[in-house]
């Protein structure tokens, strides 16, 4: 009979509450300038630019270090020419027709998004304008449709025929040849990459719909380790990624620095705090918006806050008080997974709006919340010295293959989830 342990991950996520907006906010144009590193910078170190649209109040805004991309958005090298033109959705999800282009003007490729996740129909070119790919994607489906050289040659019509054509390496010091077979769209058979003097490189084999069955990396003619898909074809750009991530340049802006605010025209003011019996000297920023009917807003961004914590300790007062379904019954169900409880902890310590943010089963998600909301009072986060609500997350995992338990460990999501090749 297999054992069935609770895994607890002492893990708490503070998430800042907004009011909904009962009408579409008023927009402003600003341009956000970056630098080789992709990181916000001032504009006489900026080699790419985006144009893009906030809402004109900063009381609109939910984060002024990192506000959501909404609306459309333009990005151009640093001479002014278009680097791509795409939408966002009101949840900041990269959407709908999205083209990128060559430094040259040339069209790189286009496509579409759906919730950040290419889809359907996509186009590629080289800068010289001859085509190189058009592939077709529905979900984690992919189908070559059609591959030509940087020669303009075609390789793959309809989904068949031999590829092979130079492909660079690694260290982007040399070429290497890479050849294999499409069939019905999909790699499928032997694939092989050799260097300029004919030594295997790196080998793999697919089956008939394009899954890898197996693969080597040679060192120096030795076979190495097996290795998933290296030979992507076509890719993305892949500075989507880093422009999303709202880093910025600290020769330009001081950490958790209100960007927004600054590209909107607003006063801001450092406020240090000093060190205190529960918190190290720390500061944040005093914003105001003066706008031009005369009104004032005034708000304070990057309020250090103490977060709320469990009077004792909370790893052995969850294996003492969760009582889950027995072992054999998880066992017999198969039942694992990471269980989230979401809840507030209000001003005076005590529970509320207890939520099953991530389910495993019905049996555990009830006792979970059974469990979260029969807790003790917490001492509540602080702000500025004063109680304030925050919103919790409180993950416990069960494994049907776990036999101890294990210590408390963060559970994070793949920062490069909206990264695609091909």
């Not at 906030?54 to 984060?63: D, G, R, T």
């Not at 914590?309 to 790893?315: E, I």
């Not at 072992?327 to 709006?353: A, C």
């Not at 995992?397 to 294990?406: D, E, K, N």
């Amino acid at each position: 009979m297999k054992q069935t342990l609770l895994v607890v991950l002492l893990l708490f996520l503070t998430a800042q509450a907004f009011a909904q907006q009962d009408e579409e906010p008023e927009y402003k144009a600003v341009i956000l300038h970056y630098n080789a590193d992709w990181q916000i910078t001032s504009p006489e170190e900026a080699v790419a630019k985006r144009l893009t649209y906030f809402p004109a109040e900063v009381k609109e805004m939910q984060h002024l270090g990192a506000p959501l991309f909404q609306h459309v958005v333009t990005d151009y090298y640093a001479d002014n020419t278009v680097m791509a033109k795409g939408y966002y959705n009101a949840q900041g999800k990269k959407w709908g027709k999205w083209v990128f282009y060559h430094p040259n003007g040339q069209v790189d490729c286009e496509g579409s998004f759906s919730e950040d996740v290419p889809t359907g129909n996509w186009k590629f070119w080289s800068a010289s304008g001859t085509p190189l790919a058009d592939v077709t994607l529905n979900g984690e489906e992919i189908r070559v449709n059609n591959l030509w050289s940087e020669t303009g040659n075609q390789l793959v019509k309809d989904g068949q025929g031999e590829y092979k054509a130079p492909f660079a390496t690694a260290d982007g010091k040399g070429t290497s040849i890479l050849e294999g077979m499409f069939v019905d769209g999909h790699k499928t058979g032997w694939w092989r990459l050799t260097d300029a003097s004919g030594k295997m490189e790196l080998e793999q084999i697919y089956d008939s719909k394009g899954k890898i069955l197996s693969g080597t990396i040679y060192v120096n003619g030795v076979p190495t380790i097996n290795k998933d898909d290296l030979m992507h074809l076509v890719s993305l750009p892949d500075y989507l990624f880093y422009i999303e991530q709202w880093r910025t340049d600290p020769k330009y802006y001081a950490a958790k620095y209100p960007v927004a605010a600054d590209l909107l025209g607003c006063q801001i003011t450092k406020v240090d705090l000093p060190e205190s019996d529960v918190a190290p000297a720390d500061y944040y920023f005093q914003v105001v918006q003066r706008k031009s009917n005369g009104e004032v807003d005034t708000l304070q961004y990057g309020v250090p806050v103490i977060e709320a914590s469990f009077r004792g300790d909370l790893f052995e007062y969850t294996k003492k008080n969760f009582k889950g379904p027995s072992n054999t019954y998880m066992g017999r169900n198969n039942i694992e997974g990471l269980l989230m409880i979401s809840f507030t902890v209000m001003e005076d310590g005590q529970i509320k709006d207890a939520t099953v943010k991530k389910s495993v089963h019905p049996k555990v998600d009830e006792e979970g919340l059974r469990f979260v909301n029969s807790m003790p009072a917490w001492n509540p986060a602080t702000k500025l010295g004063k109680s304030v609500a925050s919103e919790m997350i409180f993950p416990i995992r069960f494994s049907v293959h776990t036999q101890h338990l294990q210590p408390p460990s963060p559970h994070m999501p793949d920062p490069f989830t909206n990264m695609h090749r091909w």
